[in-house]
């Protein structure tokens, strides 16, 4: 999310130059086109992402931070302000990443008429207007007379002016060889993921051009086929290799960029294995590091792990229950704990769900259930004391940490009976749970409310005591 009036990697004003030209070949000749067409053909690099790009990337953020059902919205206004992790923040606004405090700041983008008229891109072009330079004075004064343009353009239904504009437009690929001319590069993303890759490679790189690379790849690296772009020219592995910096903020913005990249994608979840990439994600958890770092290195562990079950094998025979154990252990590590019981909850289901499909369908191919069956999750999970410490997270205050962890407590039912039986802070937790949300259940109902949140919070508590009388 960049603007071309402030752009948060700070664009050097020396490179800023012939940008009354620039602009005054838009104006010109993307004029029309840009009014006619709500999505123009291509965007200025660092203005703008599309707007599917802004929602996919938005959900993973969500995905990654917190769950969407609790994501708050963060509103900005025209200044900095620091963004919270699990806020949101309406698209198309501005976020920088402040290297001081290493938090994420946000304000509302100032031309938004401007970045609408030029904004829009065309899947994998954008236009890197690197090479040249321009201030923002130019730009204001420019936007001036952009917005002039549209009024008078729309306002009047003057055919002979339109005409005119007519004559002024011409095919994109005319205006191709004329950024060409002007030594602006329309680059596909491949090229934008190595030149973000080099620069995040390079020793002469300082740590704030490494992080705001990793900032910008892990945008590209959504698309599937760019994160397995991404594993042809080498650059995957170099952000695995990121895992092992020693600045703190290396490794979160690498966990970041890899979560991104291993969602969902088979094949790079497999090279990734073959990278190292778990070890070197288990070691960042097992060892003392910033909590923000391990967030996204848990966030990138999950993504691993999901629907592979292969990595979860290695995960296993890693000591990957050891590390998640020492993790929720800690003090102040609440956050972590919740997801990390979320994720043993989807490795769960996962594999029963794999049981389920194959005895249903038929569809499951062989190799794949064999593979889920050596996953030997349910069996570490209680040698390991999961069932009890999974049982105390009860006692965490949210509404919605409790809801994942009474998902999970039904989830190990069968395997952890009578350690739950055998546990009296469970049993006393379950009570005073009871009654609370009896209560609260009761408010709910009188609202009006008959199958509200409690209600069915109050339901799994019931069935849970039941389960263990
Ligand atoms: C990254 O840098 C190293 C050492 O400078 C070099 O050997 C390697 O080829 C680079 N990798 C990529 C993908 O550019
Ligand atoms: C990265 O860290 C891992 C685990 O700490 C270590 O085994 C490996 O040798 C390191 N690799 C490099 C390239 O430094």
Redesign the pocket.
């Known amino acids: 999310m960049r603007s071309l009036a402030m752009p948060p990697q700070g664009l050097p004003l020396s490179r800023m130059a012939p940008l009354g030209m620039l602009l005054g070949l838009l104006i010109a000749s993307c004029f029309t086109f840009c009014l006619s067409r709500q999505n123009p053909e291509f965007a200025l690099t660092n203005t703008e992402k599309s707007s599917t790009k802004e929602t996919e990337r938005k959900e993973t953020t969500a995905e990654e931070e917190l769950d969407p059902e609790v994501l708050e919205v963060f509103h900005p206004t025209h200044e900095w302000e620091p963004l919270r992790p699990g806020q949101a923040v309406p698209a198309g606004s501005h976020v920088r990443l402040n290297l001081q405090t290493g938090a994420r700041e946000v304000k509302l983008q100032d031309e938004d008429k401007f970045r609408n008229n030029l904004k829009g891109s065309k899947k994998g072009k954008r236009l890197n207007i690197n090479t040249n330079t321009y201030t923002s004075q130019d730009l204001k004064s420019a936007l001036a007379k952009f917005k002039e343009g549209v009024e008078t353009e729309t306002s009047k239904e003057d055919k002979a002016r339109q005409a005119e504009v007519k004559r002024l437009f011409r095919p994109i690929e005319e205006l191709k060889k004329d950024f060409e001319e002007l030594n602006v590069v329309i680059e596909s993303d491949m090229q934008i993921m190595v030149r973000l890759?080099?620069k995040f490679?390079s020793?002469s790189s300082s740590l704030e051009e490494k992080i705001a690379a990793l900032f910008d790849l892990e945008y590209y690296v959504h698309q599937m086929d760019n994160a397995q772009d991404l594993f042809s020219?080498?650059?995957l592995q170099?952000v695995i290799n990121g895992l092992n910096s020693t600045e703190p903020l290396v490794k979160e913005y690498a966990a970041f960029v890899l979560g991104a990249a291993f969602s969902s994608n088979p094949k790079v979840q497999v090279e990734a294995i073959e990278g190292g990439a778990l070890q070197k994600l288990l070691v960042i958890l097992a060892t003392e590091q910033p909590l923000t770092a391990k967030k996204k290195v848990l966030f990138a562990l999950c993504s691993l792990l999901r629907h592979f079950p292969y990595a979860q094998q290695q995960f296993l025979k890693l000591g990957g229950l050891q590390v998640l154990r020492s993790l929720v252990q800690e003090k102040g590590t609440e956050v972590l704990a919740v997801r990390v019981v979320t994720l043993l909850y989807d490795l769960v289901t996962e594999k029963m769900f794999a049981e389920e499909e194959a005895k249903l369908t038929r569809e499951m191919s062989p190799e794949k259930l064999q593979q889920y069956r050596q996953v030997h999750l349910l069996p570490g999970l209680r040698e390991q004391g999961w069932c009890e410490i999974t049982a105390h997270l009860l006692a965490l205050p949210e509404h919605d940490a409790r809801e994942k962890v009474l998902q999970t407590l039904g989830t190990l039912l069968a395997t952890c009976r009578d350690r739950f039986r055998q546990d009296p802070q469970l049993s006393r937790m379950l009570a005073s749970l009871q009654a609370e949300y009896q209560a609260l259940a009761t408010l709910e109902l009188q609202d009006g409310e008959d199958e509200g949140y409690f209600r069915e919070l109050l339901g799994s508590i019931n069935s849970l005591l039941k389960e263990l009388r």
Do not use: D, H
């Open positions: 890759i080099n490679n020793s020219f080498g650059g170099v």
